[in-house]
């Protein structure tokens, strides 16, 4: 799920601002997501409980994500030629 919610944010900003977003930036907001939610769980009084390992899959799917959307993204964005003489 963490691998869909990336991608979408990474398109998003791509169309938004109509260059290579910094995929950092978006692995970041992936991974802040997924911190929060494990937060929540921990504050809020479910019947659900906090996990690092939760953490760590909601990481790996948005790092799968950003994978995807490099090589989407090189074929998109090619690279600026340098046109100094």
Same mark, same amino acid.
């Given at each position: 799920? %963490? @691998? !869909?919610? =990336?991608? *979408?944010? !990474?398109?998003? &900003?791509? /169309?938004? =601002?109509k &260059? +290579?977003p910094?995929?950092?930036?978006?692995?970041? #907001?992936?991974? %802040?997501? !997924?911190? #929060? $939610?494990? %937060?929540?769980?921990f504050?809020v009084p =479910?019947? &659900? /409980?906090?996990? $690092?390992?939760?953490?760590?899959?909601?990481? *790996? !799917?948005a *790092?799968?994500? $950003?994978f995807? #959307?490099?090589?989407?993204? +090189?074929?998109? %964005?090619?690279?600026? +030629?340098?046109? =100094? @003489?």
């Amino acid at each position: 799920m %963490f @691998a !869909g919610w =990336t991608f *979408l944010i !990474g398109v998003f &900003r791509a /169309s938004s =601002t109509k &260059r +290579k977003p910094g995929l950092w930036i978006v692995f970041s #907001l992936g991974c %802040f997501y !997924g911190l #929060l $939610i494990e %937060f929540l769980q921990f504050v809020v009084p =479910t019947n &659900r /409980s906090p996990e $690092i390992l939760d953490f760590v899959a909601d990481a *790996l !799917g948005a *790092l799968f994500a $950003i994978f995807v #959307l490099h090589f989407l993204f +090189k074929s998109m %964005f090619p690279p600026e +030629k340098d046109h =100094t @003489a």
